[in-house]
């Protein structure tokens, strides 16, 4: 997939980074026109063991639980807003070993969504409802 006429709109709200994290940058990426990878087009190295990476990892697995299904790579969320999975962090989980992501790519061999390997969900278990509440829509929104 490599337009986003026709990303998924899913009924979730991407949490804030917290004021208090030595990074600024989001690990859900925002923008009108993402790029979209192939596996092997992933570059960066290592396992990605940060704070950034660690949030990463908390929203993927929220995302999980909350859709039932494969997370996509690139969609939109309740209020239209195009976000899109950091291709680094996922490249430093694809990196570990055994990977704790598996990628579902299109016909033309694009990551169209992702799956957490079994290793994360049960790290993540004891705060699944957490991980899932920060999704919700806020009321009135």
Not at 30 to 50: N, S, V
Not at 96 to 121: K, M, N, Q, W
């Amino acid at each position: 997939m490599n337009s986003t006429d026709d990303l998924p709109k899913l009924p979730i709200c991407i949490p804030t980074v917290s004021e208090n994290l030595a990074y600024s940058h989001h690990p859900i990426s925002q923008g009108d026109e993402p790029d979209f990878y192939k596996p092997g087009d992933l570059r960066d190295i290592g396992e990605g063991k940060t704070a950034r990476g660690d949030f990463f990892e908390k929203i993927l697995v929220g995302l999980y639980w909350k859709l039932g299904a494969p997370v996509p790579y690139a969609f939109r969320t309740h209020d239209g807003k195009i976000r899109s999975l950091d291709a680094g962090c996922l490249k430093f989980l694809a990196n570990r070993s055994p990977a704790d992501v598996t990628f579902h790519c299109d016909t033309y061999g694009y990551i169209d969504s992702i799956e957490p390997s079994e290793r994360l969900l049960a790290l993540y278990g004891p705060l699944k409802s957490k991980l899932m509440a920060q999704l919700d829509i806020p009321s009135g929104s």
